[in-house]
């Protein structure tokens, strides 16, 4: 059996949709799949609409007070009878019905756990952005940089998740907290990457959205990650940008935050100017890392 958890914080129709989608997936001879849903604290009505999902392959669990998506999702892996655990956020999609066999047929190979891409959806600057970023995570992971992938699209032997302790539910905001699970997995076996088994992001980004994510993400989870995992803080370029470890960053910092509070507001250039998209592409670059810049600062 394959056990699916998917997190849910106030995303109950979507929810409802991947369940549906998932449902659908082709199966190899043999294998069952269960579905695990957690209302994530929405206290919003979310736990009745996700209840209407509930039969005999699909359990919801409702936690009392929001947890974050780490809890979350060790609360559903808790539950699950699956020799074989696989995590899909509910704000995304497979893009066929062959995902969970393409993740299954992976972990058939010496792996113990196997990452995916994750790409965006329509054709816009956003879209290809996300497209790109995924790329970028499958070669850093061809690079030997086990760590690169997202947990928005992620299956692993449950015997491999349990032995490390699962999600450190330490990660309680936005960041590292996939990163950090996949650096101590690393350490037991391979990470495979799994190119046939996609995900589709269904958000709708804007830049206010991107630079506020990384901003947080400079906070407590890149703390907790650096002190952790520093090797591979360095790997990823993220220690460049953090004032804890570069005091002397710390008034540029103060400068840059006074920037951003118009950058984020330029959506609409990013998305519909007449600008080249690599030219739009390296302006969101320097102001994401404008962003967590600013966010290792204020941490």
């Known amino acids: 059996m394959i056990s699916v958890v998917i997190p849910v914080y106030r995303d109950a129709v979507r929810a409802g949709s991947l369940v549906q989608s998932l449902r659908a997936q082709d199966l190899p001879l043999g294998q069952a799949l269960e579905i695990i849903v957690v209302?994530?604290?929405s206290g919003d009505g979310s736990e009745?609409?996700?209840q209407q999902c509930a039969n005999e392959q699909v359990r919801v669990v409702t936690l009392a007070r929001n947890m974050g998506r780490s809890a979350a999702r060790n609360?559903?892996?808790?539950?699950?009878?699956?020799?074989?655990l696989a995590f899909i956020d509910c704000d995304c999609q497979p893009t066929d019905a062959s995902f969970l066999a393409a993740h299954l047929t992976q972990l058939g190979k010496d792996c113990i756990a196997t990452c995916g891409p994750v790409t965006g959806d329509g054709n816009g600057f956003w879209s290809r952005y996300q497209r790109e970023a995924s790329d970028r995570r499958a070669r850093q992971h061809a690079q030997g940089q086990q760590f690169s992938g997202s947990s928005q699209n992620f299956a692993v032997r449950g015997?491999?998740?349990?032995?490390?302790?699962?999600?450190d539910i330490r990660y309680k905001t936005y960041g590292f907290e996939d990163r950090d699970l996949f650096a101590r997995l690393a350490k037991l076996g391979t990470i495979?990457?799994?190119?046939?088994?996609?995900?589709?992001?269904l958000d709708q980004l804007s830049l206010a959205d991107v630079l506020a994510k990384m901003r947080l993400a400079a906070g407590e989870s890149a703390k907790l990650f650096a002190h952790s995992h520093a090797g591979s803080y360095?790997?990823?370029?993220?220690?460049?940008?953090?004032?804890?470890?570069?005091?002397?960053?710390?008034?540029?910092?103060?400068?840059?935050?006074?920037?951003?509070?118009?950058?984020?507001?330029?959506?609409?250039?990013?998305?519909?100017s007449a600008f080249p998209?690599?030219?739009r592409r390296a302006g969101v670059k320097v102001l994401c890392?404008?962003?967590y810049l600013v966010g290792s600062s204020e941490a």
């Open 159 to 167: 015997d491999a998740f349990f032995h490390v302790g699962g999600f």
């Open 75 to 84: 609360a559903g892996a808790e539950l699950a009878r699956g020799e074989f």
């Open 192 to 201: 495979g990457w799994c190119n046939e088994a996609v995900v589709k992001h």
């Open 289 to 291: 890392a404008l962003a």
């Open 234 to 272: 360095r790997q990823l370029g993220y220690a460049a940008l953090d004032v804890r470890l570069h005091p002397w960053l710390r008034p540029m910092a103060n400068i840059f935050r006074l920037l951003l509070r118009p950058a984020r507001h330029l959506d609409f250039i990013v998305v519909r």
């Open 39 to 41: 209302d994530d604290g």
């Open 48 to 50: 009745d609409v996700l």
């Open 277 to 279: 998209y690599v030219v």
